[in-house]
């Protein structure tokens, strides 16, 4: 059984950086694709970016697109978010999740392990 944490969130003002991990154990995640997602108080968990088994095909949503990057060292069962430029209504619980099968997705149902989340707020 996979488990996921996620680290590296915090409270920050506008314009900030924070890069985000997330660690896997009991079981790999090499030969899957990663994503992260992020649910805001009162909505509904939404797509933030996934990235393939190799590391060479990524996908964002169109809100973080030129100031998130997604990555990943499968040597260390690790996936990262860096994220930049940070605004206000990037405030969530961002969740790093592993994929069901070995095809990149954006939809949550293809993902069949998940974090516990790590909260992002950021100020104005």
């Known amino acids: 059984q996979v488990q996921l944490v996620e680290s590296g969130g915090g409270l920050v003002q506008a314009g900030d950086s924070l890069r985000l991990s997330c660690a896997a154990s009991?079981?790999?995640?090499?030969?899957?694709?990663m994503a992260w997602f992020r649910q805001a108080p009162g909505k509904e968990r939404d797509f933030v970016a996934a990235i393939n088994w190799k590391g060479g095909s990524t996908d964002y949503a169109d809100s973080v697109k030129g100031r998130f990057t997604i990555s990943r060292d499968n040597a260390k069962n690790t996936v990262h978010l860096q994220m930049n430029s940070l605004k206000p209504e990037d405030t969530a619980v961002y969740y790093c999740?592993?994929?069901?099968?070995?095809?990149?997705?954006?939809?949550?149902?293809?993902?069949?392990?998940w974090g516990q989340g790590t909260q992002v707020t950021v100020s104005s």
């Open positions: 999740a592993r994929h069901r099968t070995l095809l990149l997705g954006t939809a949550q149902y293809g993902y069949a392990y």
């Open positions: 009991g079981g790999t995640i090499s030969n899957y694709p």
